[in-house]
């Protein structure tokens, strides 16, 4: 299928967007894991997560969302020509209006994350306020995606990167559930983001004490629940179909996908465990 496309935009975006899925979901292990931590008590839990407030880390931080948020739009805009196949035809203009879209929601939050650090380093202030500078570059980008979006279309169309199938089945399903779970990790996955990485200061306040805090909230519990188990059912169908590209023969391919199946269930269930039994306890040590 790669060089099927080769030269065409949106083979790149879909190959930026493979990459940023298996990026995502190899940190979303990672996370699951040292989350999982506060149930060994705020020592262990401190410790690790005091290793995300070294400036090294908080620079990976800011890849992280930037592929986060790269990741999101894209799918969006997938949903999009999947829901309008007439947009096929304006498919450069499309990814175009996504380019835009994702620069305009990327910088600002960069800008606010870099500052961040320079914050935590003692370097500079940084307000909220800042972002006022941008508001002309930000208004420029309007008409800007006006005209991308009002470019000439293609002449005719070509097969789309993301077949549907044609066929319910276990395909179509997983197919159904990679778009509504999109959808809905879009408002879940960013709303952690904003949370946890941009208000308040970001990573840099995220101890014991404060995630003890919200498990006190059913509501938060809940919502963390939902969010592992989307995300988790999303990055599993999704590593899966990568697994199905990409290795053919059966046995490897057998090998390879229940070693996907098996380590995603114990993180899953690692992370599970945690939020249902977890009893906060907030205060001095």
Known sequence: MFW????????????????????IFLFLLVHVV?????????????????????????IGEIFLVAIVLFHGINGLSVILLELAPSLALRHKSVLAGTLAVYGALTLPVVAVMVGQIFQSLHLTSFH??????????????????????????????SPSLYPRPTEKGLEFYGW??????????????????????????????????????????????????????????HGVW???????????????????????????AIVLSLGALILFTFEPQVGPS
């Open 4 to 23: 099927n496309y080769r030269g065409d935009p949106r083979m790149w975006a879909w190959l930026a967007h493979r990459v940023t899925g298996i990026m």
């Open 34 to 58: 040292d989350t999982a931590l506060i149930g060994w008590g705020r020592d262990a839990y401190d410790t690790v997560i005091g290793l995300y407030h070294h400036p090294l880390f908080r």
């Open 128 to 157: 909220w306020q800042s972002l006022k500078g941008a508001r002309p570059w930000l208004m420029a980008l309007v008409p800007t995606l006006a005209v991308l979006l009002l470019a000439p279309p293609a002449t005719t169309a």
């Open 176 to 233: 159904l559930f990679m778009r509504f779970s999109g959808v809905a990790l879009i408002f879940l996955a960013l709303g952690h983001l904003w949370i946890m990485h941009l208000m308040d200061g970001g990573v840099s306040r995220i101890n014991y004490d404060f995630v003890a805090q919200r498990f006190l909230t059913p509501l938060w519990r809940t919502y963390d629940l939902l969010l592992l188990g989307l995300a988790m059912g």
């Open 238 to 264: 999704g590593m899966r179909t990568v697994v199905m590209d990409y290795i053919h023969r059966p046995i490897r391919r057998l090998l390879a996908l229940w070693t996907l199946y098996g380590v995603s």
